[in-house]
C-alpha cells in the first residue's frame, strides 16, 4: 500500500540547474498539491491540482512550474535553481479539493541549491 | 484574516506523563481543523480532524483534541505519553469560503517539536 510516492529523496543541485521532482499516489485522488517546508516555517503551498486536468498557483510559486500528467502523476519542476529553494518538497493528495478533506503526504525530497 | 498559532515551539514531557500542544486559530468562516505528526525524515500523517460534528474529537495513538469556539482554540491531548510519540505536530486550520466547499485556503500552524524522555 504505497499511498504517496516521491522521487528523488535526495539532490543537490548548482544555481542555474533544473530538475524535475516527481510525484505519484495510487489512492484515485483527484486533488494533488506540492508543498515546501523550511524551518521555523511550517509547510507553504507552492501549486496544486484540483482535478486532472488542471493547475493552480499557491502561495509561493515563483520560480516553479507543475504538470498534472495524469490522475496518478503530478510533478514539479524546477527551470533554473536558486539557493532559496533549497528546501524539503512534500506532495499530497486528497479525495477531493474540499475544505474538509485531510491530506496524504509523500516522504519528501530533500533539495540542496548550491 | 486566517492564522493558526502554536503556542509552543518545544514541549518536553517523561515517558507515561500527559502531552499538552496548544493550537489557537482565527477565521471569519467555519473552519475545519486538523492535527498532523511528522516523525523524522518522514511526511505528515494526519492524526485527527475536526469538521463541526463532536466537538471532542478522538485520532489514532490515543491522541484527542478538544474544539473550544469561545476560546478559538483546539489543543492536542494525549493521557500518557509514550518514547514513540516523540516528533514534530502540526495544527492546521482550514475554513471554507462560499458555497460548495472548494474554494478554501488551508494554514498550517509553524509546529511544536515533542520530546519524550525515558
Known amino acids: 500500500n504505497a499511498g504517496v510516492t516521491q522521487t528523488p529523496k535526495f539532490q543537490v543541485l548548482k544555481t542555474g540547474q533544473s530538475m524535475t521532482l516527481q510525484c505519484a499516489q495510487d489512492?484515485?485522488?483527484?486533488?494533488m498539491y506540492w508543498y515546501r517546508q523550511d524551518p521555523g516555517m511550517g509547510l507553504r503551498l507552492i501549486y496544486y491540482?484540483?482535478?486532472?486536468?488542471?493547475?493552480d498557483k499557491g502561495e509561493v510559486p515563483n520560480g516553479y512550474n507543475v504538470s498534472r500528467l495524469n490522475k496518478r502523476e503530478f510533478s514539479l519542476r524546477l527551470e533554473s535553481a536558486a539557493p532559496s529553494q533549497t528546501s524539503v518538497y512534500f506532495c499530497?493528495?486528497?479525495?477531493?479539493?474540499?475544505?474538509?478533506?485531510?491530506?496524504?503526504f509523500g516522504n519528501g525530497t530533500r533539495l540542496t541549491v548550491t | 484574516a486566517q492564522s493558526v498559532t502554536q503556542l509552543d515551539s518545544h514541549v518536553s514531557v517523561s515517558e507515561g506523563t500527559p502531552v499538552l500542544l496548544r493550537c489557537n486559530y482565527s477565521?471569519?468562516?467555519?473552519?475545519?481543523l486538523f492535527w498532523y505528526v511528522q516523525h523524522p525524515n518522514k511526511g505528515l500523517q494526519l492524526l485527527l480532524k475536526?469538521?463541526?460534528?463532536?466537538?471532542l474529537v478522538k485520532g489514532i495513538n490515543g491522541f484527542e483534541a478538544e474544539f473550544k469556539k469561545s476560546e478559538t482554540s483546539f489543543h492536542l491531548t494525549k493521557p500518557s505519553a509514550h518514547m514513540s510519540d516523540a516528533a514534530e505536530y502540526f495544527c492546521?486550520?482550514?475554513?471554507?469560503?462560499?458555497?460548495?466547499?472548494?474554494?478554501?485556503?488551508?494554514?498550517f500552524g509553524k509546529g511544536t517539536l515533542l520530546t519524550v524522555n525515558p
Open positions: 491540482s484540483a482535478s486532472e486536468g488542471t493547475t
Open positions: 477565521s471569519s468562516y467555519s473552519p475545519s
Open positions: 499530497a493528495s486528497s479525495g477531493d479539493r474540499a475544505y474538509n478533506s485531510p491530506l496524504h
Open positions: 489512492m484515485n485522488h483527484n486533488s
Open positions: 475536526y469538521t463541526s460534528a463532536a466537538t
Open positions: 492546521v486550520v482550514s475554513d471554507r469560503r462560499g458555497s460548495g466547499g472548494s474554494n478554501y485556503k488551508l494554514t
